[in-house]
């Protein structure tokens, strides 16, 4: 045995210095890219990929709660992204290889810059998919659309475009961060441990489809995430979540939890409104289904200002006349708060009001016009040619009227 008194200085180095790199840990390659306090006393983490059209879809729909909710310390929220996971549909190798370049210079800008950072990478990439991809039908059908950008070809792109779509991802995305491709150097073996490393965690995780996501613990469905949004204010989760439940054909009580989450919406939104009304009024005909359905159309018009509302509620009364008394007049009113609102269907109806029903036509209003001898030439003519099938004129004769109309009321 070599007593201590005669090693020398580089050979207590080498001892412990070997000791010490031995002990360096290594790199945790299933971490994510973690937003808010990991001490948060909810734990959200989101198992997608960058090549994954449902994946894309919910982080395009719920980025703004998902942040929210790591900025207000609700919840740490972890995105862990699993490298060339893609859905199906033509094109698969080319898919996989883009999907996996993708991930590569995702996981070096979270690895060179804050998570906020690699947030608006992802959302950069969304974009463009979203600006170029020419969508040919619905991607849940196999057709090509920004959801499904990995698989697109020539055909499903500008014709002008002169780069893989992947490159022109990565030209717009990584200069918003201040990098460029050079800042990141893609190392081919390490990047494979890092994929093999992602994938293994989905072995340990009962889920059904992509993205996964676990809410302390518990596997969550995008279904799930949005009724829980939907619950936190956001109309537009509201909107997703029943329309989503709607689709659960085999679901006894779809049409009830549906019609609560677009009553939700409606308070926000006049074209939930619409969905809320629509959705109401195919159960059935009774008078209480009618009333619900009139009386959300009438808070989308009235309370939102929206133009669609407005003119669908002058429909649903002049189909259903018997529901409100005066129903003739109501629709008429209505059909004019669209056309001003800029609703060309809303004027083209006041224009059939006036053209067939001489009770609808307001006396005064009327007087109005025709004492401007030059407007009431051309409301004259706006009628002539609207008689004669001119569906503009008949658009800008409903139009001036319901303008005159509404600046007597």
């Known amino acids: 045995m070599t007593p201590i008194k005669t090693l020398t200085l580089a050979a207590l180095w080498t001892v412990f210095g070997t000791l010490a790199i031995a002990q360096e840990p290594e790199p945790d390659l299933t971490s994510g890219?973690?937003?808010?306090?990991?001490?948060?006393?909810?734990?959200?983490?989101?198992?997608?990929?960058?090549?994954?059209?449902?994946?894309?879809?919910?982080?395009?729909?719920?980025?703004?709660?998902?942040?929210?909710?790591?900025?207000?310390?609700q919840a740490s929220v972890e995105v862990i992204e699993i490298p060339g996971y893609i859905g199906s549909g033509k094109n698969r190798d080319l898919a996989s290889r883009r999907a996996r370049?993708?991930?590569?210079?995702?996981?070096?800008?979270?690895?060179?810059?804050?998570?906020?950072?690699?947030?608006?990478?992802?959302?950069?990439?969304?974009?463009?998919?979203?600006?170029?991809?020419?969508a040919k039908g619905d991607w849940k059908d196999g057709e090509v659309s920004w959801q499904n950008w990995a698989h697109a070809d020539q055909t499903?792109?500008?014709?002008?475009?002169?780069?893989?779509?992947?490159?022109?991802?990565?030209?717009?995305?990584?200069?918003?961060?201040?990098?460029?491709?050079?800042?990141?150097?893609?190392?081919?073996?390490?990047?494979?441990?890092?994929?093999?490393?992602?994938?293994?965690?989905?072995?340990?995780?009962?889920?059904?489809?992509?993205?996964?996501?676990?809410?302390?613990?518990?596997?969550k469905t995008t279904t799930d995430m949005y009724e829980i949004f939907c619950g936190a204010g956001s109309w537009e989760s509201c909107m997703r979540f029943g329309t989503d439940v709607l689709h659960e054909v085999g679901r006894p009580d779809r049409h009830r939890v549906a019609k609560s989450a677009f009553r939700e919406a409606c308070k926000?939104?006049?074209?939930?409104?619409?969905?809320?009304?629509?959705?109401?009024?195919?159960?059935?005909?009774?008078?209480?289904?009618?009333?619900?359905?009139?009386?959300?159309?009438?808070?989308?018009?009235?309370e939102h200002d929206y133009n669609k509302s407005c003119f669908e509620l002058g429909a649903f009364l002049t189909t259903n006349?018997?529901?409100?008394?005066?129903?003739?007049?109501?629709?008429?009113?209505?059909?004019m708060r669209g056309c001003i609102l800029k609703s060309i269907e809303s004027c083209q109806a006041v224009a059939k009001n006036l053209t067939s029903s001489s009770e609808l036509v307001d006396a005064s209003a009327m007087e109005f016009i025709q004492q401007s001898a030059e407007g009431a030439a051309e409301f004259s003519q706006h009628q002539t040619n609207c008689s004669q099938g001119d569906s503009d004129a008949c658009g800008s004769l409903g139009y001036t009227y319901s303008r005159v109309w509404a600046a007597q009321q």
């Open 33 to 73: 890219v973690l937003f808010g306090d990991p001490a948060a006393t909810s734990e959200l983490k989101i198992y997608a990929s960058i090549g994954c059209p449902y994946c894309l879809e919910f982080l395009s729909n719920t980025h703004t709660e998902l942040l929210a909710l790591a900025q207000t310390g």
């Open 101 to 134: 370049k993708m991930s590569a210079y995702l996981h070096c800008i979270s690895q060179e810059k804050e998570p906020w950072d690699y947030m608006r990478a992802v959302l950069s990439v969304i974009d463009t998919a979203q600006t170029v991809v020419r």
């Open 156 to 219: 499903d792109l500008p014709a002008a475009l002169d780069q893989d779509i992947s490159d022109l991802m990565l030209e717009l995305a990584l200069p918003l961060l201040d990098m460029d491709k050079e800042d990141c150097t893609i190392d081919s073996d390490g990047f494979r441990a890092l994929a093999k490393a992602r994938s293994s965690l989905l072995s340990d995780l009962d889920y059904a489809s992509f993205p996964v996501i676990s809410l302390n613990g518990e596997i």
């Open 268 to 302: 926000t939104s006049g074209g939930a409104c619409n969905v809320l009304a629509h959705l109401v009024s195919q159960e059935g005909t009774e008078v209480y289904d009618l009333d619900y359905a009139f009386a959300a159309l009438l808070e989308g018009c009235d």
């Open 321 to 335: 006349p018997s529901l409100k008394e005066d129903a003739p007049r109501l629709a008429h009113i209505s059909f």
